[in-house]
Nanobody, 122 residues
Framework: QVELVESGGGLVGPGGSLRLSCAASGVAFSTYWMGWFRQAPGKAREPVAAISRTGDVTNYADSVKGRFTVSRDNAKNSVYLQMNSLKPEDTAAYYC???????????????WGQGTQVTVSS
């Protein structure tokens, strides 16, 4: 049984930082392209970042470039999202997902976590 479990969300003030983690089990983690997505209330889910199987290729949404960094540790079956200089518009539920093939589109991801809430507010 495949399971992705996110953690690290919370409440932070504007300009603050958070590090999200996603632990995978039941899947050959190193063979999956991993992605981070977010969904704010009343808005569509959007991709935030993605990372290749070995971590040598990363993609970011324009809205987070230069502020967020995605990384992975295949020995720990984990993927991370370091979020710096957070803005109120970053407030959303954040989800990690796993895909058998390189993709930016959420529709092509095979497994999803349950999400972790990030709230940026003063």
């Amino acid at each position: 049984q495949v399971e992705l479990v996110e953690s690290g969300g919370g409440l932070v003030g504007p300009g603050g930082s958070l590090r999200l983690s996603c632990a995978a089990s039941g899947v050959a983690f190193s063979t999956y392209w991993m992605g981070w997505f977010r969904q704010a209330p009343g808005k569509a889910r959007e991709p935030v970042a993605a990372i290749s199987r070995t971590g040598d290729v990363t993609n970011y949404a324009d809205s987070v470039k230069g502020r967020f960094t995605v990384s992975r540790d295949n020995a720990k079956n984990s993927v991370y999202l370091q979020m710096n200089s957070l803005k109120p518009e970053d407030t959303a539920a954040y989800y990690c997902a796993a895909s058998r093939s390189p993709t930016w589109s959420g529709a092509r991801y095979d497994y999803w976590g349950q999400g972790t809430q990030v709230t940026v507010s003063s």
